[in-house]
Each structure stands twice: as C-alpha cells, then as structure tokens.
C-alpha cells in the first residue's frame, strides 16, 4: 500500500483515484450476534440453532450436533437475515465467515452477523480476510479462557474502500477464487474418500482373514505373517538434542508427525548425530502419540524415538494406512501421559498377505489414487497461496 495516498499495490486497469477511509459501519444497516443464553429445543423443531463453529469455509455447516428450536424461539433480528449477510465467528474460534444464503435458522452468541448496504458486500467479505483486520481482531479480543471479539471492535474496523466499481470487481474477482478453491477441496475429499473405500475393500478388516474385492485372477488364500517376518523394522532413536541444527546440509531428522506434510517427510530439522537411519524410499510409523501415522521419505533421515521405518514396498505402505484406519494400533498402546507403540508390538502384527503379483497390483491401484491425491492437493495449495498475495496486494 502506498501509505499518502492509500492505494493498493495491484489495481485492476482504468483505476486509479486514492481509496477512502471508513469503519465498517458506515457502509452497514446492522452489526450483531446471536442469543446469549440457552434456548428451548426442539427435536421437531425446524430452525438450526447456529454458532461460530458451523461456519466453515463461506458454508454453514450442519451436522447431526445441530441443536434445533422452533420458530417462536427465534428473534427478529434472525428473521431479518437477508442475502446482504455475513456471518462471522466471534466466540472461542474469531473470524470464520460464512454467506448467509436463506438458511432456516437462529444464531448463538458466537456468531455476529453484518448486514453490508453501501459497500459492495463481496469486496467486505474478502476484506475481512486481509491480514491487517484480522490482526485487528487478535489485538481486539477479550476474555481469558475463552476469547471473544465484542461488536464494538467490529463496528469500528477501518476500512479503506475505493469506488463502487472498483470493489465490485475485486468483490467478483475473489469470489471465482474462493468458488475455485471449494471445487479443488471437494474434488480432493471425494478421491480421499475413494482412497478409504478401495482400502477397505482391497485388504481384509478387522478379524477377516481375505478382503472384500480381489482382482481378476487371484483366488489363492492369503499367507497370514508378522509383519517382522516380512520387513525390516527399524525403531527411531534420537539424537543428542545439542546435536541438532538447521542447516540443511547436515543429516535431516524426522522426530514425528510435525516432520510430515501430506504423507512425505518435509525437513524440518537437521542433525550431526546419526543414531538410526532410515533409507530414501522407506515407510515410516509414528510410535508416539498420535499412534500408527503412516508416510514415505523421499530422503535417507535420521529417525527420532518419535517414528520406526518399516520396509520399502508400496503394498505395506498401503496396508499400514489400512491397519491405522481401523485403529489396529490402540490395542497395543500404553502410556499415561501419551499413547505409544514399541519394537514387539509392530513386530508381532499379523497381516494377510496375496501373492507377490497382487500385491503389485494392489499397491500400483492405490498409488494411482495417491498421485491424484498429490496433484489436487499441489493445486489447492497454488489456489491458497495465490490469494494469500492477492489479499496483501490488491487491499490498502
């Protein structure tokens, strides 16, 4: 932003007059929040009872949690909503937001609702996302266990607006972006959800002994093993803390599940102390809370107590994310501060294993689905990273 004349770095073309100063009520009818209290439900009731945490994503969400009251319980106020509304949470979670889209229902106290009239509302709901309001918010905050943001704070955001036109356009322009980004992460929970349902049907579950679906060909029965009988179980031990370092030309260390993006290992944390390694290409388990965490290293790391490598194949990759699904790990866990697994527990497992060609069959299926899985997620996050700059440049 140019600070004199209050203009953003990026403009769409044919613009170019300075942008104004307002707060937020200026270009609103109204600014409040919901009940604060309880009110009277109703399992026949029609209308959701609606707070801060069913507001995901520009969606509210609805769950089987949803209380629901009647009619009579609501206010007019929650009778007035209207296609002009935004919905914020202002209790214990600030600032999600949510399109108001005719939705039968009646607020909390955790959700505030804005009511937008002389502002164009697309470019209001995008500029409550920037990184100076909610910065604003953060700082604005009450409470001690619980933190609130008051409708004061709200009603005063400073704002810098430029004309009708110009706001309508950035208003569209991040509208098709959120509208974009909500495709890749529906696309992204089908085909996870796809990837969970071959599983549990590729590989036996629970007490069965052969999986519900075979490929055309196998009917051979399914040689019960430890899983120590057939990879190499590596148990991570950690380095001397003093040891540690972040100089990625040192040996990158995986402790647990904060060194792991997406089911790869991300360096975090390099070492000059080898204790375990494990080799580029191996599978990885978390042993320490939270139990049976799966992933792959496309690296050769040092391993932490916190992670084990076992074996190198795809189909045990496969079968482990299996075995961590049906929660195959929490009968084997102990610890009073934090669940954990150890050497003999991941030995002793009893899989079912098909012949060697199945097995590749199996795992070549899946990976297909994963290698889905990675490009939708690369492209969610471009879409998330792009308007990340496009927030901190095209707003004052």
């Known amino acids: 932003m140019n600070a004199e004349q209050h203009v953003p770095q990026f403009r769409f073309k044919g613009f170019s007059d ?44 609805i769950t089987s949690e949803t209380k629901r009251v009647t009619s009579n319980e609501q206010s007019k106020d929650d009778k007035a909503l209207n296609e002009n509304t935004i919905l914020m949470s202002i209790n214990g979670t600030i600032g999600n937001l949510a399109w108001y889209r005719g939705e039968n229902l009646m607020l909390g106290k955790s959700a505030a609702y804005i009511e937008v009239s002389d502002f164009d509302k697309k470019f209001i709901y995008t500029y409550l996302q920037t990184r100076p309001v909610k910065d604003y918010y953060l700082n604005s905050l009450t409470g001690t266990t ?62 069965e002994k052969v999986p519900e679906f075979r490929f055309k060909g196998y009917s051979d029965a399914l040689e019960k093993r430890k899983l120590g009988e057939v990879a190499t179980i590596t148990m991570g031990q950690s380095p001397d803390s003093k040891n540690y370092t972040l100089n990625p030309q040192d040996h990158i260390l995986v402790q647990g599940n904060a060194d792991i993006k997406n089911g790869w290992v991300e360096p975090r944390v390099w070492t000059t ?101 990675a490009a939708t997620q690369c492209k969610l996050d471009l879409l998330k990273k792009l308007k990340k700059g496009y927030l901190q440049k095209m707003f004052c």
């Open 18 to 61: 300075s942008w104004e100063q307002h707060k937020l009520s200026d270009g609103t009818n109204k600014i409040g929040d919901g009940l604060h209290g309880t009110p009277k439900y109703s399992e026949d009731g029609d209308v959701y009872f609606v707070n801060g945490n069913n507001l995901v994503n520009g969606q509210i969400v």
């Open 146 to 207: 619980i933190k609130n943001l008051g409708l004061k704070a709200i009603r005063n955001t400073n704002i810098y607006t430029p004309t009708i036109d110009e706001q309508a356009k950035i208003g569209v322009l991040f509208q098709n972006l959120d509208m974009t980004i909500t495709l890749h992460q529906r696309k992204l929970a089908k085909l996870k959800e796809l990837k969970k349902g071959y599983l549990q049907k590729l590989f036996p579950q629970n007490s």
């Open 273 to 373: 102390q080898i204790t375990k390694i494990a080799k580029k290409g191996s599978v990885l388990l978390s042993v320490r809370a939270p139990v049976g965490e799966v992933s792959k290293t496309a690296f050769d790391v040092v391993l932490g107590r916190g992670v084990a490598s076992v074996g190198q194949t795809d189909f045990l990759y496969q079968y482990l994310i299996t075995l961590k699904i049906n929660g195959f790990w929490l009968r084997y866990s102990t610890g009073s501060t934090f669940d954990s697994i150890n050497s003999a527990d991941i030995k002793d497992a009893i899989i079912f294993l098909p012949e060697k060609n199945e097995q590749s069959r199996i795992a070549k299926t899946l990976n297909c689905i994963d290698n889905l899985i």
